[in-house]
């Protein structure tokens, strides 16, 4: 029968059909993958360089909590030296007066037994 395509043909005819469906679908599976594959390699570098970031910004982070720490016993040191200066002057001034007023008394204290 000219006009009928014989079950062998059609056979054919859908195998080639599902043939070149599956070489379609597979072309677009292979171009995600590399699609994929090219991401993953670009997130790996980049997670590299992130890292190595990290890693010197944690360096810099401890120094730099290090200085802070120098620099707050330094403040303290010298907060420290300022009082003690400040109580050596305050005492100093507190003898000088004491020592004043003790010899004015001893002052009044000759003149009036020289009266006697």
């Known amino acids: ?5 014989s079950p062998d ?5 859908k195998t080639r059909t599902d043939l070149s469906e599956a070489q379609r679908s597979r ?12 991401d993953l390699q670009q997130l790996r570098l980049q997670s ?5 970031r990290l890693n010197e910004l944690t360096s810099d982070k ?4 290090l200085k802070l720490k120098d620099r707050d016993e330094e ?3 010298k907060a ?5 200066r400040k109580l050596r002057d305050e005492n100093e001034d507190l003898v000088a007066r004491w020592m004043a007023r003790m ?4 002052d009044a204290m000759n003149e009036a037994s020289k009266f006697q």
């Open 80 to 84: 420290k030296l300022l009082e003690a």
């Open 48 to 52: 590299a360089v992130d890292k190595k």
């Open 103 to 106: 010899g004015k008394e001893a």
């Open 9 to 13: 043909t059609e056979a054919l005819l």
């Open 62 to 65: 401890a120094t730099l909590a």
């Open 27 to 38: 072309a677009l599976v292979q171009s995600r993958l590399q699609n994929v594959s090219d």
């Open 75 to 77: 403040l303290r040191g």
């Open 1 to 5: 029968m000219p006009g009928q395509a």
